[in-house]
């Protein structure tokens, strides 16, 4: 499983963003995903993730009702659109892919199984 996340950039407070994760390799549909984020000096923390069909979604209380996760399973595409952008999510993002057989959406990044190479999002305030 190869992970390709993109998107990110420089924008203003109160702005958006829309990060993309393109995956490859095994078939997309059959794992949950999962956006991660870590900005400077700080650990990595969970963001939002997905379940395979997309029909189940989980977000960090920190990005709810701002941020809204999605995937399309025949692009093998997953999404994090991001808005009303504060400083405070200034960070590297990374996708990522949980393979395991439960239906559970897992939060803890040790859970996940690959990672994408992450993209820079900057706020200026």
């Known amino acids: 499983v190869q992970l390709q996340a993109c998107g990110g950039g420089l924008v203003q407070a109160g702005g958006s963003l829309r990060l993309s994760c393109a995956a490859s390799?095994?078939?997309?549909?059959?794992?949950?995903m999962g956006w991660f984020r870590q900005g400077p000096g700080k650990e990595r923390e969970f963001v939002a993730a997905?379940?395979?069909?997309?029909?189940?979604?989980s977000y960090a209380d920190s990005v709810k009702g701002r941020f809204t996760i999605s995937r399309d399973n025949a692009k093998n595409t997953m999404y994090l659109q991001m808005n009303s952008l504060v400083p405070e999510d200034m960070a590297v993002y990374y996708c990522?892919?949980?393979?395991?057989?439960?239906?559970?959406?897992?939060?803890?990044?040790?859970?996940?199984?690959?990672w994408g190479q992450g993209t820079l999002v900057t706020v200026s305030s």
């Open positions: 390799g095994r078939a997309f549909s059959n794992y949950k």
């Open positions: 997905i379940s395979r069909s997309g029909g189940g979604t």
């Open positions: 990522a892919a949980d393979l395991s057989y439960s239906a559970v959406i897992r939060t803890a990044p040790q859970r996940y199984d690959y």
